[in-house]
């Protein structure tokens, strides 16, 4: 959702900045660009509509940089909307979205100011360069101080050499270090490799990177203390051939056996009154957490008997929901930086509720806003769509229904002891790709499809469906496999493709029932099962053996086979699975 990278390096400036913009590339794809300021203060800009490789060419000279991704927002891809923007002396790079940009617009066209982009970034820099009296901190304090929305911004100004003045309100921000090496970026993973150490800035706060030194400070340019971390291994993208998504499904056992260590390793008794306490239990999260969320309600409504209440996090504050003081809210969150589910979980705060996070990112700004957040150790994912992080927070949640049981009704549910088996299982749900992968050749061409599946199945194949349409670019529906006849079968026709999961023996007949009568009107029917009775019995024209583990948590095994199909699909229709037209990693705007 546009990323933004800023670099103030003696050696290498440019080459740093184009790979920190190389690693951000997720965040968004439409265009990209740079600006350097050489210490005579020089101004080169370099930008371009397309990827960052499109913006290959000669070094531009200069020892402290900005640069963007884009994934636009206002006005369409091209050159001319591409970021830096630039006004007089300053150039600058936004990630978010002004509000009131087109007052503010019009205001500056009044007083004379030239829009050369459609963007509402342009309009900041051409605020802070009204603004400009020949201080160039109070020039961008003042200018955000006029802004209403969302935004991270990185500014150069050519009378300042060597200096970067950064902003952040509601969108990620954090600076980085390494020797004599200084950043800004729009999130972690995009330092790994580059900076020895982060911080994160909080809204409100700017930073600024002059003399060779980075600080934080406020509005008034008053210096904040700050500590900086260690970035972590955890933080690097998977490293191998392939692409990412293909490295982050391979990367899912090891994931699922670093999350449970965590989480043996993680102290609850901090949260532990507020799960005996709930009054009501809600969950929020988009897309693929979404999936997540619902599986977390089946377990603890079938564990610990305490309903829960699942809200898409952009419909959960528009809708005036019923969250309280005594609630316990759980946001689910791979980035946690997804603006819709931080609205969500700061409403359900300002409300009074207890907020328990599932972040996989830990210095996050849902992370930091939560009572208590709950670690994934999925390690960076780069890939748009998500795979060994969906596994993870199913892994969380279910740790987490298994806590809330404890504290309520004072026993563990039995699955809670076979967590171990859940790597090797992830290990083992491998073996089926060449199959899988077979099944995807069958049916690339196909025009759309559906996944099925009855009880905790339902999430999978939800969350199957919207792999495929993800990457695959077909149309696919997840549903539950008993409301097929209620509408859905009126769609299957000869060859169309219907994919169950029925991972409960004692849902399995009913699931195959719904199969049967798609395949009675012509559907191509695949199934996928760990029992090997149900699967031979079937009247599928392709079977799937799933690895068995105890059926509470199959939901996180089941899936892998389906992330690996859709990937398939992709790759065998010629599409890039890593970079998902219209789409971005990380979804910072509402
Ligand atoms: C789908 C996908 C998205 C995200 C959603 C929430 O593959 O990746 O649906 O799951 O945008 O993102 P996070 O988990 O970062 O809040």
Request: include cysteine.
């Amino acid at each position: 959702m546009c990323g933004i990278i800023g670099c103030f390096s003696k050696e290498g400036c440019y080459e740093k900045l184009m790979a920190g913009l190389a690693r951000l590339e997720y965040r968004g794809y439409d265009s990209a660009g740079v600006a350097l300021l050489s210490p005579d203060g020089a101004l080169a800009v370099r930008k371009k509509k397309g990827g960052v490789a499109g913006l290959a060419g000669a070094p531009l000279p200069g020892d402290t940089g900005i640069g963007h991704t884009r994934w636009a927002t206002h006005g369409k891809p091209s050159d001319a909307n591409a970021h830096p923007h630039v006004a007089g002396k300053f150039a600058l790079v936004h990630n978010g979205i002004v509000e009131n940009y087109a007052r503010l617009r019009a205001e500056l066209a009044a007083a004379g100011e030239t829009f050369v982009s459609e963007t509402d970034s342009e309009v900041i820099v051409r605020l802070i360069a009204r603004l400009y009296g020949g201080d160039f901190f109070a020039a961008v304090s003042a200018a955000c101080a006029r802004l209403e929305g969302s935004y991270a911004v990185a500014v150069l100004c050519s009378d300042f050499p060597g200096q970067i003045i950064c902003a952040k309100q509601k969108s990620p921000l954090v600076a980085g270090a390494s020797g004599g090496d200084l950043y800004v970026c729009s999130d972690i993973p995009a330092l790994a490799g580059a900076a020895e150490y982060v911080c994160p800035a909080e809204d409100g706060e700017f930073i600024r990177i002059a003399a060779g030194r980075v600080v934080f400070c406020d509005g008034q340019g008053k210096e904040i203390p700050k500590v900086f971390t260690r970035l972590t291994a955890a933080s690097r993208a998977e490293t191998g051939g392939g692409s990412f998504m293909e490295r982050e499904i391979a990367a899912v056992p090891r994931a699922l056996a670093d999350t449970l260590a965590s989480l043996r390793a993680s102290d609850f008794a901090p949260c532990a009154r507020a799960m005996r306490a709930a009054r009501r239990v809600f969950a929020v999260a988009c897309g693929t957490a979404f999936h997540a969320a619902l599986a977390f309600k089946d377990a603890v409504e079938r564990d610990a008997g305490v309903p829960v209440l699942c809200h898409p996090s952009s419909e959960f504050r528009y809708r005036d929901p019923l969250v309280g003081p005594g609630d316990l809210v759980v946001a689910v969150s791979q980035s946690g930086e997804t603006a819709d589910t931080l609205e969500a979980a700061r409403l359900a705060k300002s409300r009074g509720a207890y907020l328990l996070s599932v972040t996989n990112v830990e210095c996050s700004t849902l992370a930091a806003l939560a009572d208590h957040n709950v670690a994934m150790r999925a390690g960076a994912e780069i890939a748009v769509a998500a795979t060994k992080s969906y596994n993870c927070q199913l892994l969380c949640l279910y740790y987490l229904a298994a806590q809330l049981t404890f504290f309520r009704c004072t026993r563990w549910p039995a699955w809670f002891s076979s967590l171990d088996a859940l790597a090797p299982a992830a290990r083992a749900a491998f073996d089926s790709f060449s199959a899988v992968r077979a099944l995807a050749e069958r049916l690339r061409g196909a025009g759309g499809m559906y996944f099925i599946g009855r009880g905790q199945d339902v999430r999978t194949a939800a969350e199957g469906a919207l792999k495929v349409k993800e990457i695959a670019y077909l149309f696919a529906e997840g549903c539950a496999a008993g409301e097929l006849k209620h509408g859905t079968l009126a769609l299957v026709e000869e060859g169309f493709p219907v994919l169950a999961v029925a991972t409960s023996r004692r849902l399995a007949q009913k699931c195959e029932n719904a199969l049967a009568e798609a395949k009675a009107r012509g559907a191509y029917a695949a199934l996928f099962s760990q029992y090997e009775d149900v699967l031979s019995e079937s009247c599928a024209d392709f079977t799937c053996r799933l690895p068995a583990v105890t059926e509470a948590l199959m939901p996180v095994v089941a899936v892998i086979p389906l992330q690996y199909f859709a990937c398939s699909m992709c790759l065998l229709r010629g599409y890039d699975p890593d970079k998902p037209r219209n789409l971005a990693k990380s979804v910072t705007v509402e």
